[in-house]
């Protein structure tokens, strides 16, 4: 049994929306000219306002067989691009409210001993927020206390959200860093987008729209929680996200605590003082050269992406070596004692039911893994398939929408009832955002009604008194089964902001287990539970109708929110 044991040891060896858009697209024109002359693909920075062309389509595979083999057959195509764990799927929960969401967190921060890494767009500023970061002093204290201090607290946000107002993110840390410099570390991640006369024209309300830190992960030793929420009390009290904990699932935790370390790798690093400063080495966000900032963190993030995607094809080549070797010994009597130990830390074949591809999108640095495996999902969405998808701010990039209308599959597409949106009853051009989210949903539909879709495609409205709506991804089932056997969950919103703007991550799960393929369809019943399905009707009553200034300046804006 030597040659699976070196293959492990070679493995571990190894503004204004308006405003900003003038500027936005000068700066555009001027990187897609030095883009050209260097020879880059068109992927690696799209325009504007004119997206992409649709990927051809691959060939077509055939519908996958029932139960594991099957699910593999068809959905491991994701291996190609991104790293793929095995993970059993007894260790996977769904969450189902804020308050849940919320109380397991605070429940993890005080009991974790190794790290405590978390990555989000923002954290707010109010009282229960104060208890969360007072979850991470007391787990601060108690590791000072013992012999080895060997917490570690790690904070990846935006730059521009987290420094808004006098209140804010790093006001909220400060008292961490300087109470723990040596544990702590606070990264404040600033888009290379905003630079120079953009950076000083666009109001600090609207500099967010420029590009943001949009990836939600929550990680707490060797546990995971991936989400779509932020760390704000909306978030823990009448927010619908989505939420996702993966236990114990130390390859999993790892790739995202490398990836989170990455990015706050070429981000701004808090000070005690609250200055910032740039690590040794790294390009500054917007003083910088902009293409030898995101060239350089483009490096350090794919990296890591490629290390474990590397890391994992190994392990399962040895995986699939030491299940050959157990069989012709007849069930494994020849395993040495070490490798027993080893079995006894990682889950065995047998119980390892569930696959895990982590989906990153970073497109201003060049990175856009998200983007082709959904773009591959929807297109392979055939006859034999039904995807529930949701999005809190409804607004389908082209290409996505070219998909969904030109699939077999069926379709029913989850979004919010302008009074559960976010920017419902907000102050300014702000508050016309959710009847432009209307008017892009009855633009959408009259597609749907043009193609004669409707009996495929079917769009639903959440609703909820004084609750907002913010969750996304999609559940996707298989023709004769009631349960899904794949979700996306994470950041993305399937909108020109996910996929051109902002820094996103999500996983894609892939399930034969039956026991967590029962929560994710309890998930996405509970959800569709509180909507309505929309029909021409619904777009011709009193609180849908959209004022033609917000009709005419939709197009404009619409790539901003």
């Keep these: 049994m030597a040659a699976p044991m070196s293959w492990r040891r070679l493995v571990y060896s190894v503004y204004t929306p308006a405003l900003s858009g003038v500027f936005t697209r000068i700066s555009d024109r001027f990187f897609r000219t030095h883009d050209r002359r260097r020879g880059s693909s068109l992927l690696l920075l799209a325009p504007l306002l004119a997206e992409s062309e649709v990927l051809p389509a691959p060939p077509p595979r055939p519908p996958g067989a029932p139960g594991m083999e099957g699910l593999q057959s068809r959905f491991h195509w994701m291996a190609d691009h991104v790293p793929a764990f095995r993970v059993p799927g007894a260790r996977v929960h769904v969450l189902h409210s804020p308050e849940e969401f919320y109380q397991v967190m605070k429940a993890r921060i005080k009991t974790a001993k190794r790290r405590v890494v978390m990555a989000s767009l923002y954290l707010g500023t109010g009282p229960l927020e104060q208890d969360l970061v ?12 013992s012999a080895n201090p060997d917490l570690k607290v790690s904070l990846l946000l935006d730059y521009t959200r987290g420094s808004r107002g006098k209140n804010n993110s790093r006001t909220m840390l400060l008292p961490l860093l300087q109470r723990f410099p040596s544990q702590v570390r606070v990264s404040l991640y600033h888009t290379p987008d905003l630079r120079g006369l953009l950076r000083l024209l666009v109001p600090e309300r609207f500099n967010e729209t420029i590009g943001v830190q949009h990836i939600k992960a929550y990680l707490f030793d060797d546990s995971l929680i991936i989400s779509g929420a932020n760390l704000s009390d909306s978030y823990f009290t009448n927010r619908q996200d989505r939420y996702v904990l993966l236990e114990d699932c130390g390859e999993v935790a790892d790739f995202f605590a490398d990836l989170v370390g990455a990015v706050g790798d070429v981000s701004l690093q808090l000070q005690p003082d609250d200055s910032t400063h740039m690590l040794d080495g790294m390009v500054h966000p917007y003083n910088g050269n902009r293409k030898d900032f995101s060239a350089l963190a483009r490096r350090r993030i794919m990296e890591v992406v490629n290390t474990a995607r590397t890391r994992q094809r190994l392990l399962e080549a040895q995986r699939v070596l030491e299940e050959e070797q157990e069989a012709a010994a007849g069930g494994g009597a020849g395993r040495g004692m070490e490798e027993e130990e080893e079995g006894a830390a990682s889950p065995s074949g047998s119980e390892t039911d569930t696959w895990v591809f982590p989906l990153v999108q970073m497109k201003p640095l060049g990175i856009h893994l998200d983007e082709q495996v ?3 999902l929807l297109t392979e969405a055939g006859g034999d398939s039904t995807v529930f998808l949701t ?4 607004n389908l990039t082209r290409a996505y929408m070219r998909l969904v209308l030109g699939a077999g599959a069926d379709y029913r597409i989850l979004m919010a009832a302008p009074e559960v949106n976010g920017f419902f009853g907000a102050k300014g051009v702000a508050g016309a955002i959710p009847a432009a989210y209307v008017h892009l949903a009855r633009q959408f539909y009259s597609k749907v009604v043009q193609l004669g879709q409707q009996s495929r495609v079917h769009l639903h409205e959440y609703h909820r008194q004084d609750w907002t709506f913010h969750a996304k991804g999609l559940w996707y089932y298989l023709d004769g089964s009631d349960r899904p056997c794949l979700t996306l969950i994470g950041s993305p919103n399937f909108g020109y902001r996910s996929v051109h703007r902002d820094l996103e991550a999500q996983i894609a799960i892939v399930t034969d287990n039956q026991e967590l393929q029962a929560e994710l369809q309890q998930e996405q019943e509970m959800l569709y539970k509180r909507s309505t399905e929309v029909s021409g009707n ?4 009193p609180d849908r109708y959209v004022k033609l200034w917000v009709k005419l300046v939709t197009p404009l804006i ?4």
Excluded: P, V
Excluded at 134 to 145: G, I, K, V
Excluded at 391 to 394: I, M, P, Q, R, V
Excluded at 538 to 541: E, H, R
């Design 391 to 394: 999005s809190g701010y409804f």
């Design 374 to 376: 959904t773009e591959r």
């Design 134 to 145: 007072d979850c991470m002093e007391e787990a601060l204290e108690r590791s000072q206390s």
């Design 558 to 561: 619409k790539n901003f929110f």
């Design 538 to 541: 619904t777009f011709k009553q």
